[in-house]
């Protein structure tokens, strides 16, 4: 069983550029959710997708979106990059809502995003 | 406004002793609460959970106190291990859909 992979691990880019990461669930999860972590911070949520329909957002402007895709994979895309987006975005992939697996979030190890 | 706050920012413990976080939330609907670890490079890992109808839950070195009238929860980490060094965090949730983190504990068990 593989777990949640984010890629890539690390990346670097300017203000006002665009960046777009990506996320691989686990096996057997449809439902992903986005955080960003701020250095020394704690992981804040960005938006959840269930069965490739957007299922909440967190404090977020709009100009951080997402995809879903039918294998259940997401993407991440934020433009019009700003110094403070800098963190670390963290995917998360559990179980459908309603079951006993929703309340387990398995997480990837991150896309560190620096912006200079 | 932060919906967990979380204290110590960090926390030193020699090792067999007992590591003691604190947790507070103000919305009473939260229905979840985790406690997770990181580990640097990782994505943080689910450690042990407690729903409000329990005051406490126990699995090996770890225990959850819940004080549901004081809007409270604390994580008793036993015999604290070097190992055990890491990042904690307290979350609570709604209906399984957002999670709010608090902003993160520092533990180092010196041996």
């Known amino acids: 069983e593989t777990g949640v992979t984010q890629s890539p691990t690390h990346l670097i880019k300017t203000r006002g550029q665009q960046v777009t990461l990506r996320c691989s669930s686990q096996s057997g999860h449809n439902t992903v959710s986005w955080y960003q972590q701020a250095l020394g911070q704690g992981p804040q949520f960005i938006f959840q997708y269930y069965r490739e329909e957007e299922n909440g957002r967190g404090n977020f402007p709009p100009r951080f979106s997402g995809l879903q895709f039918p294998n259940y994979s997401s993407e991440l895309n934020v433009n019009a990059l700003e110094l403070d987006d800098s963190a670390l975005y963290l995917c998360a992939s559990s179980i459908g809502l309603g079951t006993s697996g929703a309340n387990v979030l398995t997480f990837g190890a991150g896309s560190r995003l620096t912006v200079l | 406004q932060q919906q967990v706050k979380q204290s110590p920012q960090s926390l030193i413990v020699q090792k067999g002793g007992i590591s003691i976080i604190n947790c507070a939330y103000e919305n009473t609907a939260f229905d979840y609460f985790p406690w997770y670890q990181q580990f640097p490079g990782k994505g943080p890992a689910l450690l042990i959970a407690i729903r409000p109808d329990v005051s406490e839950k126990k699995e090996g070195r770890f225990t959850i106190s819940f004080n549901k009238s004081a809007k409270q929860f604390s994580l008793h980490i036993m015999d604290s291990q070097p190992g055990d060094s890491a990042t904690y965090f307290c979350?609570?949730?709604?209906?399984?859909?957002?999670?709010?983190f608090g902003s993160g504990t520092k533990l180092n068990v010196k041996p």
């Open positions: 979350a609570a949730s709604m209906n399984f859909n957002k999670f709010y």
